[in-house]
């Protein structure tokens, strides 16, 4: 599968690198830094080590006997438990891995953008215990609705820029972030935060974002001597769901099926329902599917669930979705709301709102699943941040 | 031989340098934008580049960001910066580039793109985030239109690199003088020059500077080694205070004048 992407970072016809000059430099000398870390043993030694011992891997493949109950017809929900790791998500995974080459290329000053805070949380994180200077960019919206992050990445001393212009989110929090590495392009390490942005950003996250994928297929082999038959996950920019799919992308009768925000319905106008209803498009230094208007000009997303209130997708799903190894759909706000109230009700589980999208599509369209069916679905962060957004409501 | 070409050859001639103009089209308006380039012609403008607004400018500072929100809130899109372009052949020969982001022209169809920018008179195309490895076919589908591919060189771009972006460019090459988004600076940087003297030596190609020339100090101390500047978000700042005001367009007319009489 590997001869699907070329040397620029090319998905099929997605990905690629529509960046300023400014920033090839910066691109070329990350990608080969990247390319030596990743077979040094010493490099791998690390982050295996800070994985295992500071994030709290490997996470738990949970069998979710009573949500399988609820569900019937013999489907068997497994849960791959990422909300258990440190900072409460899967973000951390990345992070790491993007810490440590930072330290390698001696960078000082780490930059991230952030939509619900997860990635925010997990850079400051792993910068505090690296003694980086770090500087988050997020949507005046989202420090609005993720206060519990904000304080969070505070107190790890991270400098919080929020960003005012455009949709106040993610995709301006990450625009932002842009022109500051534009910028301080010498200095400074942007950690992007998902399988998005221009090479090798989503071939890099993916990768360190595969250890979902990885520990999951051996577990559940393990456990039920069998692949499973599906792999269900959210995808806002994709880094969770590219995770748990990539290692089993040659296991062609496991099906892949992407949860996308459905905001107020895709009809609605307001969603981030990118690979459902957007259009091959270039945002952010990708080509990718991406919510644009006919003239070219990028949409605003809505989610109640900040980390897929982006309306870009990683270029890999956009090349899944193409060559159809996934399918992806759409789940709305409130019925997100419900799978929220469910798994917390049935597993004793709060999941993140990201997530909830995925117990909501198991609700709502079990039936389109088939039969006596494994499935694994990644529990891609927990969900106490999104306490406020509840009860807010 | 275009009008680019042309227009360097003629300067060259007169031992004079480019003085080229960045304006948002459609900021404050359309029509405003159509007056401004006759204006800013008879001001001593050399070249005009169009900013085509989009939504997310990632290479731009805050001022050109600014007008290309409110230049896009008006209603402006690629069709009717065409057809401006178009109106504006009835009246001048001033050579003009558009700056656009990739989106927008991808969305509009890069074979229509072209087929209506060489047919309304447009001379070059600039596009802040397609390095020229991403796209050659159009690249070279614009060089058979006869449209100019105006590539950039960075203070970071490599050594080696340059004779790659030398050889996808035609035109002249935009050189950026910082690493940072457009705006206006107090202060050009101190090697600007040296690196200047570096890139000449791998060019034979006109080169032209942008991104923080924003004073006559700024254009008189970089004319002594390239061939022209661009002039953006100083002019941009002085259309955003002025706007509103009847006597915008004769304003930025003086204002371009003393700019460019360094």
Not at chain 1, 172 to 191: P, Q
Not at chain 1, 252 to 276: P, Q
């Amino acid at each position: 599968m590997n001869k699907d992407i070329n040397k620029q970072g090319h998905f099929g016809s997605f990905g690629g690198r529509f960046v300023p000059e400014t920033l090839i430099y910066a691109l070329d000398e990350l990608t080969r830094e990247y390319s030596t870390a990743k077979k040094d043993p010493r490099f791998r030694r690390e982050l295996s080590y800070c994985l295992s011992q500071y994030a709290g891997r490997p996470t738990p493949l949970y069998f979710a006997s009573n949500l399988s109950r609820y569900l019937g017809r013999g489907i068997r929900v497994y849960l791959k438990r990422e909300d258990l790791l440190h900072t409460g998500a899967h973000k951390i995974n990345n992070t790491l891995g993007q810490v440590l080459l930072a330290r390698r290329m001696k960078k000082t000053r780490i930059i991230a953008e952030t939509g619900a805070g997860q990635h925010g949380v997990a850079t400051a994180t792993v910068a505090a215990m690296f003694g980086l200077e770090c500087v988050i960019y997020m949507g005046t919206e989202d420090i609005k609705r993720q206060r519990l992050n904000v304080l969070r990445m505070r107190l790890l001393n991270a400098k919080i820029v929020p960003v005012k212009s455009g949709s106040r989110t993610l995709k301006d929090a990450t625009t932002e972030a842009l022109r500051d590495w534009v910028t301080n392009v010498g200095s400074t390490y942007y950690i992007i935060g998902s399988v998005v942005g221009p090479h090798p950003y989503p071939v890099m996250v993916r990768n360190f974002q595969s250890v979902i994928g990885k520990e999951a297929r051996r577990q559940i082999l393990a456990k039920e001597k069998r692949l499973p038959d599906y792999l269900i996950a959210c995808v806002g920019g994709g880094s969770n769901s590219i995770g748990l799919f990539h290692p089993f992308f040659k296991d062609k009768k496991v099906k892949f099926i992407g949860i996308e925000a459905a905001g107020e319905g895709i009809f609605s106008g307001k969603h981030a329902a990118t690979l459902v209803k957007g259009s091959v498009g270039v945002l952010h230094g990708a080509k990718s599917d991406v919510l644009e208007d006919k003239f070219g000009q990028i949409n605003i997303a809505h989610s109640i669930a900040a980390g897929l209130d982006y309306p870009g997708v990683g270029p890999e799903h956009a090349f899944y979705k193409k060559i159809r190894r996934a399918e992806y759909y759409a789940v709305t706000d409130s019925q997100a709301l419900k799978g929220f109230d469910l798994l917390s009700k049935v597993e004793g589980i709060i999941p993140a709102l990201e997530p909830a999208h995925v117990i909501a599509y198991l609700q709502t369209r079990a039936q389109k699943l088939k039969p006596d069916s494994l499935i694994i679905v990644c529990l891609s962060g927990r969900g106490d941040k999104d306490l406020d957004i509840i009860y807010g409501r | 031989m275009n009008r680019i070409e042309k227009k360097f050859k003629e300067l060259k001639e007169k031992k004079k340098k480019a003085f080229i103009v960045f304006i948002t089209a459609g900021f404050p308006s359309l029509d405003i934008t159509r007056r401004l380039v006759l204006e800013l012609e008879k001001n001593g403008a050399d070249l005009i580049e169009l900013g085509v607004p989009f939504s997310d400018p990632l290479a731009d500072g805050p001022v050109i960001q600014n007008s290309s929100q409110r230049s896009l809130k008006a209603g402006t899109t690629l069709d009717k910066i065409l057809s401006l372009v178009k109106s504006l052949r009835k009246h001048t020969q001033i050579p003009i580039c558009l700056m656009s982001y990739y989106n927008p022209i991808f969305c509009f169809g890069k074979k229509r793109f072209l087929s209506l920018a060489r047919s309304f008179g447009v001379d070059g195309i600039i596009i802040p985030d397609l390095p020229p490895e991403e796209d050659k076919d159009f690249i070279s589908a614009c060089q058979r239109s006869k449209i100019d591919t105006i590539f950039f060189l960075s203070p970071t771009t490599a050594l080696k690199r340059i004779p790659f972006i030398n050889r996808m460019t035609r035109g002249f090459i935009y050189y950026v003088s910082l690493t940072g988004v457009t705006g206006a600076r107090n202060r050009l940087p101190t090697d600007l020059i040296k690196r200047l003297k570096i890139i000449k030596k791998h060019t034979d190609k006109p080169v032209c500077v942008g991104f923080g020339v924003s004073t006559p100090e700024h254009v008189k101390q970089v004319f002594s080694i390239v061939d022209g500047v661009v002039v953006g978000s100083a002019i941009i700042k002085k259309i955003q205070d002025n706007a509103g005001s009847p006597g915008l367009v004769k304003k930025i007319g003086r204002f371009v004048k003393y700019l460019s009489s360094a």
